[in-house]
Structures are given as structure tokens and as C-alpha cells.
């Protein structure tokens, strides 16, 4: 099966500074690459994704970029803000009839002000 | 719509007993997922229906699992009996089968077994 690795666990960036998020995957199948953002006792909620005819997405201060054929994806903030700190998470998933969501461990992200 | 509705929002209960999680998902989708979040394991995939067919049932711990989706605005993880290495928090997510779609996640249920 998919197994997704996310890196790194934790990440302190300055207020105003950018952070990436690295992501690989093992299913060259996957076609479907979702970011997660969850707040502390909350659920997780979608922040941006990706599909595979695409190599990079861009939602204001947030992007995401994906190689297939290293199969790896990030995800960048930029002009990082207080409220940006959270747990992110990646995940992949084939779709067309296997909506299975495979999720990377997490990456806790502290903005310091 | 509301989203996905999950019941009870919180649970205590003795090892031994069993626990039976609920969760309502969103009107119109076909694909629901019933994910255990630990700090150590992270978010696991436990199991998979689309339109009311368990998929893969491949992340069900052990046979103290069992989930049903009886129609589909409703399904039921049981766990019996209970023991406390199953506290965790249960999320239930639900999205429509194609390629690529959101998984919209309920509120959780955060489970406590002493």
C-alpha cells in the first residue's frame, strides 16, 4: 500500500519568515495530494491540494508543489503569520474509485512572533 | 449542510465495556472514512466504505474492531470490549468518490477507556 514520509516533525520559523513542509510517497499511482492543517483540539481541514497534471498551486500565501517523478510534494508559507501555527499534514490518494487518504505523521509548525 | 456529524463528542468509559462511536456524513457523498489519531501513530486509517461498502477494512486493529455504514447517512465504529491503549481521538470523514476530492473531517470523538 501507499506509504507517505513527512518531514520535518517540527518546525520553529520568525513571524514574517516562509516554512516548507517536505512530503514523499511510494505509490506511483497516486494522483491526489491534499495539505491538512489542524489547530489544537480540532479537526483537520484542507488547506490547499494538488493533482497530478499540475507541478505547482498557489493560494495566496500558500503553495504547494509536486514532482512525480521524484515523488515528492512540499508545501511553502510564506510571510508566515501567528495564527499559522498548527500540525500540517500531507497525504496522498489514487482516487477514480480508491479515495483511500494516506497521511504523512504530521509536521508541528510554531511561528514565533 | 451541516458537515459531518459525529456522536458522542467525548467518552469515558471502563476497560471491558463496549463503546459504539457514531458519525452522519455529509448529504450527497459516497466515500467515508473512519481515521484513530494518536500523538504516536498519527492519524490511521481504520477502515474505508464507498456507497456503504466496507473497501478496506485493512487498518482495523484487531476483531474487537467492527464498523457498519447501514444505509448512507449513518455508520457505527464498536469497539468490545474496550481497552485503555484504545483512547484515542475517532474522526470520521466523508467525501464524493472521483478523482481527487476534498475529505471534509467531523469534530471527532475523543475516547477514554480506564
Known amino acids: 500500500g501507499e506509504n507517505v514520509e513527512q518531514h520535518p516533525s517540527t518546525l520553529s520559523v520568525q513571524e514574517g519568515d516562509s516554512a516548507v513542509i517536505k512530503c514523499t510517497y511510494s505509490d506511483s499511482a497516486s494522483n491526489y495530494f491534499p495539505w491538512y492543517k489542524q489547530e489544537l483540539g480540532k479537526r483537520p481541514q484542507l488547506i490547499i491540494d494538488?493533482?497530478?497534471?499540475?507541478g505547482e498551486k498557489k493560494d495566496q500565501r500558500i503553495a504547494v508543489t509536486l514532482n512525480k517523478t521524484a515523488k515528492h510534494f512540499s508545501l511553502h508559507i510564506t510571510e508566515t503569520q501567528p495564527e499559522d501555527s498548527a500540525v500540517y499534514f500531507c497525504?496522498?490518494?489514487?482516487?477514480?474509485?480508491?479515495?483511500?487518504?494516506?497521511f504523512g505523521t504530521g509536521t508541528r509548525l510554531t511561528i514565533i512572533p | 449542510d451541516a458537515g459531518v456529524i459525529q456522536s458522542p463528542r467525548h467518552e469515558v468509559t471502563e476497560m471491558g465495556q463496549e463503546v459504539t462511536l457514531r458519525c452522519k456524513p455529509i448529504s450527497g457523498h459516497n466515500s467515508l472514512f473512519w481515521y484513530r489519531q494518536t500523538m504516536m501513530r498519527g492519524l490511521e486509517l481504520l477502515i474505508y466504505?464507498?456507497?456503504?461498502?466496507?473497501?478496506?477494512d485493512s487498518g482495523m486493529p484487531e476483531d474487537r474492531f467492527s464498523a457498519k455504514m447501514p444505509n448512507a447517512s449513518f455508520s457505527t465504529l464498536k469497539i468490545q470490549p474496550s481497552e485503555p491503549r484504545d483512547s484515542a481521538v475517532y474522526f470520521c470523514?466523508?467525501?464524493?468518490?472521483?478523482?481527487?476530492?476534498?475529505?471534509?473531517f467531523g469534530q471527532g470523538t475523543r475516547l477514554t477507556v480506564v
Open positions: 497525504a496522498a490518494s489514487m482516487g477514480g474509485g480508491n479515495e483511500k487518504l494516506t
Open positions: 470523514a466523508s467525501s464524493f468518490q472521483g478523482v481527487g476530492t476534498e475529505a471534509f
Open positions: 466504505f464507498n456507497n456503504n461498502v466496507p473497501i478496506d
Open positions: 494538488i493533482r497530478s497534471n499540475v
